[in-house]
């Protein structure tokens, strides 16, 4: 594969929808650069022996473009959450939607990445509203795909890159249902009763910021 020296790999506000991405070609990743979000994708290794005969084998790793798959579901999410976002966020409640207005306030003091908006409008967006605009399907989707891999344990995913504040959506997952459920005991979409899973101690110490009691606690 041919080397690519990319000057300046940042063209994107991290405030913002991507909206320019590098290309990537037969040969690889490009210093070209294409208008609009990539898609979400994945790249498929391609499993090969050193040798002829090798019991052994290893995973070529080059990243090009004759490997990646498209992650439908993820994209399809994606551009229907994307149509709400831009009309208006509708449908939800009075509550989600204060919250959605001083998450997005563009004179807000420290303003959230817009990575970390978008997994609180999908989220809101598969608990409040998909199924009042014929979206049925994502949860439909969803199931199947937790049927398959995860009986019993349904789960939601949100996939973020270190260093884009996962810690912060956490809380914002919180306080929505939190504050939605006090608002309406009765309504079964939200809850006010978590459970955090760390993988060891030093996580957990850092996640001491989700404890309402905490003094320095991020829901203030």
């Known amino acids: 594969m041919s080397q690519v020296v990319i000057e300046n790999p940042i063209i994107n506000s991290p405030f913002d929808e991507p909206s320019r991405h590098f290309?990537?070609?037969?040969?690889?990743?490009?210093?070209?650069?294409?208008a609009g979000r990539r898609s979400s994708s994945y790249f498929v290794p391609i499993a090969r022996p050193k040798k002829k005969n090798a019991k052994q084998l290893h995973f070529d790793t080059e990243w090009t473009q004759d490997r990646i798959e498209e992650n439908k579901l993820v994209n399809d999410i994606r551009r229907r959450v994307?149509?709400?976002?831009?009309?208006?966020?509708?449908g939800v409640t009075p509550v989600t939607a204060r919250l959605i207005a001083y998450w997005t306030d563009p004179e807000r003091e420290k303003k959230l990445f817009f990575c970390q908006n978008e997994a609180l409008e999908?989220?809101?967006?598969?608990?409040?509203?998909?199924?009042?605009?014929?979206?049925?399907?994502?949860?439909?989707?969803?199931?199947?795909?937790?049927d398959t891999s995860n009986p019993g344990l349904p789960r939601t995913a949100f996939k973020m890159a270190t260093g884009s504040g996962k810690t912060v959506v956490m809380a914002m997952l919180i306080a929505w249902q939190t504050l939605n459920k006090r608002?309406?005991?009765?309504?079964?979409?939200?809850?006010?009763?978590?459970?955090?899973?760390?993988p060891g101690i030093t996580i957990r110490d850092r996640l001491r910021v989700l404890l309402p009691n905490d003094p320095e606690n991020y829901y203030r």
């Open 183 to 198: 608002a309406n005991p009765q309504d079964a979409r939200f809850s006010d009763t978590f459970l955090i899973v760390t």
């Open 82 to 90: 994307a149509l709400w976002r831009k009309g208006g966020y509708v």
């Open 23 to 34: 290309r990537f070609t037969d040969e690889g990743i490009s210093n070209e650069i294409v």
């Open 122 to 146: 999908t989220a809101i967006y598969l608990a409040e509203v998909a199924r009042k605009y014929g979206d049925g399907w994502i949860e439909n989707a969803l199931r199947e795909a937790n």
